[in-house]
């Protein structure tokens, strides 16, 4: 299994409304990342996960929460979101360490397309 | 950290043309990585290439070709021959050693196709 699943694919959601984003890897990867990319714009890291620890976090508002349930799986919860938060949220997973590199890369998910309403 | 400009914004051609996309990259590292993906419109990135800075060979992948040059820190992708379904944005991106391996991807260069 050479994939990153991420479901939902497309998510409407209100303001209030609770939801979570889940990506799921069975390459054992030991580093998983989340990124948000707006329209046209690149993609920009979220957080990265490694070893199920939280390593990274770019200063992402609190609405956001990340977890790593175990090492094949990441969980993005959402919660009060604001409409500017409508983007494509795409998951990413890598072996995590320098020289994995040179034979592996990255892998991404399809995204999720997330509406805020 | 390490920095990526891909000054093209947008490029237009008409099938058949040959099109290279434009990379610079800015590093103080003496080992690094670069990588190119494609995003067509359905959004998901895929994988095109990865290149280390020890290895300055030029790539060829069909249609695909790659020139890595460490004296200009260019790493510039060439469609030979292009077809409608290049269209797509194309990212190049290194990767960040002080950010738990993230990528840092460039602006991005949206290509169109024509027929």
């Known amino acids: 299994d050479t994939e990153v699943t991420q479901t939902p694919k497309h998510l409407v959601m209100g303001m209030t409304n609770k939801k979570s984003l889940k990506c799921e890897q069975h390459?054992?990867?030991?580093?998983m990342y989340w990124y948000k990319q707006k329209a046209k714009k690149p993609p920009e890291l979220m957080f990265v996960?490694?070893?199920?620890?939280?390593?990274i976090n770019e200063s992402v508002p609190s609405r956001f929460s990340p977890e790593c349930p175990n090492s094949s799986l990441l969980n993005l919860h959402l919660h009060a979101l604001q409409p500017e938060d409508s983007a494509l949220y795409l998951c990413?997973?890598?072996?995590?360490?320098?020289?994995?590199?040179?034979?592996?890369?990255?892998?991404f998910g399809s995204g999720t397309r997330l509406t805020v309403v | 950290a390490q920095k990526v400009t891909q000054a093209q914004t947008e490029i237009s051609v008409v099938e058949k043309e040959d099109v290279t996309l434009d990379c610079v990259y800015e590093?103080?590292?003496?080992?690094?990585?670069l990588f190119w993906y494609k995003q067509p419109p359905s959004g998901e990135l895929v994988f095109l290439i990865r290149?280390?800075?020890?290895?300055?060979q030029n790539e060829i992948s069909g249609r695909y070709s790659w020139n890595f040059q460490k004296s200009t820190s260019s790493f510039n992708f060439t469609i030979t021959a292009s077809q409608v379904v290049d269209s797509a944005v194309y990212f190049c991106?290194?990767?960040?050693?002080?950010?738990?391996?993230?990528?840092?991807f460039g602006k991005g260069t949206s290509l169109l196709v024509t027929p």
């Open positions: 290149r280390n800075s020890f290895d300055e």
């Open positions: 390459m054992g990867h030991r580093a």
């Open positions: 996960y490694s070893y199920e620890k939280l390593s």
């Open positions: 991106a290194s990767l960040n050693s002080n950010s738990g391996y993230a990528l840092n």
């Open positions: 590093t103080r590292d003496t080992t690094y990585y």
């Open positions: 990413a997973s890598s072996q995590g360490d320098w020289d994995s590199f040179s034979n592996y890369g990255y892998t």
